[in-house]
């Protein structure tokens, strides 16, 4: 049974979840689609990488958004719980949950190394960080998220569903504790050296080339353009792992701030209206992140922008290039005709270049 009323703040959330629901689906779809349907786009690693992470997206926003919108309607947990809170779809959302989370803080501190890579070694940068060895990371990644959200399904800690934010989180100390260390810090540290690393280069770079160019004439321009592409590849990674630090920070530092200000109950019901507002924007923030790199990352590549516009026009590489074929090879009406000598009877033999109209096959497959 769903709720008698609902007051502004979980009107608020129920239009909310729709608007995540609905722009992330469509985002994530068209970014998934045009890596499957686009080879120049599964070429390069960094793409590949985003890949991974719009892959954990795309199971935050199929199980986690509708889930909780609909916890929020109904007022409570959608299946059924036994009397202490559990239940084996909650330990599936939580396992789902907090592996996704592990999983983009990891992706993003391999993201930041990648780039390091491209700005330490721009020649050899191919030959280190090959797609491969971005596969067998990512794999490893995704394994390792796995297996830190997997204990309290062996009853080291628990999944219990929690009224505040209508999912299922860790409920205990001792695995909270262990969640933390393995999810949040080793990647955090890796994004911040990394970029400090990758600015002190970049100011270096731009000094080198800019006294370059004012040496030469020739080439300075390509200098300068290879140089501006350089680092606007960097600064739209960078606004991709801003955004998604800012909306994940808030849930894990509130996370870390419980672990060790042990509130006691009396405490926790004198500042429930605090606590609840932390809770509401933290939760927001961390809803957000599905689609605020996502959308950044599509406005920033055009690389990748291309590939979604040929999807939505309804093109793929085989038909765009059929295409390209068709219209090199039609003749117009009053095509010239050619003349030849039989070599049996010398008399003329005319003949006319054939088209692709006459090939059903080619002409039916240039159509979406």
Known sequence: ??????????????????????????????????????????????????????????????????????????????????????????????????????????????????????????????????????????????????????????????YRFSSGTYTCGINGRSYLALFFIGAFPIPLLTICVSYIIIYVIARENSRRVSSLCESLYDGSENLMNKAKTHIKSTAVVSAVIASSLICILPIFMTGLYFYIAQPSKAEIDDNKTIISVVNQICTVLFFLNCNAGTIIFISCNKQLRKAIHSILKCETSRSSTIKKLHQSTIRPENQRVSTMRSPLTGNGVTHSKSTLSDLPYISASASC
């Open 1 to 158: 049974m769903a709720r008698d009323s609902f007051d502004g703040i979980e009107i608020f959330y129920i239009v909310y979840f729709l608007l995540i629901l609905i722009v992330g689906l469509v985002c994530h779809v068209l970014i998934l689609l045009a890596f499957a349907l686009n080879p120049s786009v599964r070429r390069s690693v960094s793409n590949l990488i985003f890949a991974s992470i719009a892959v954990a997206d795309s199971c935050t926003i199929c199980w986690t958004v509708p889930v909780s919108l609909v916890s929020r309607i109904k007022g409570k947990w959608p299946w059924e719980l036994n009397t202490e809170g559990r239940g084996p779809v909650c330990d599936f959302s939580g396992v789902l949950d907090n592996s996704v989370a592990v999983c983009s803080m990891w992706t993003l501190g391999f993201y930041a190394l990648d780039r390091l890579l491209y700005v330490m070694y721009p020649l050899k940068y191919h030959t280190k960080m090959t797609r491969r060895k971005a596969v067998l990371v990512l794999f490893c990644i995704w394994l390792y998220s796995t297996g830190l959200a997997l204990p309290p399904v062996f009853e080291f800690s628990v």
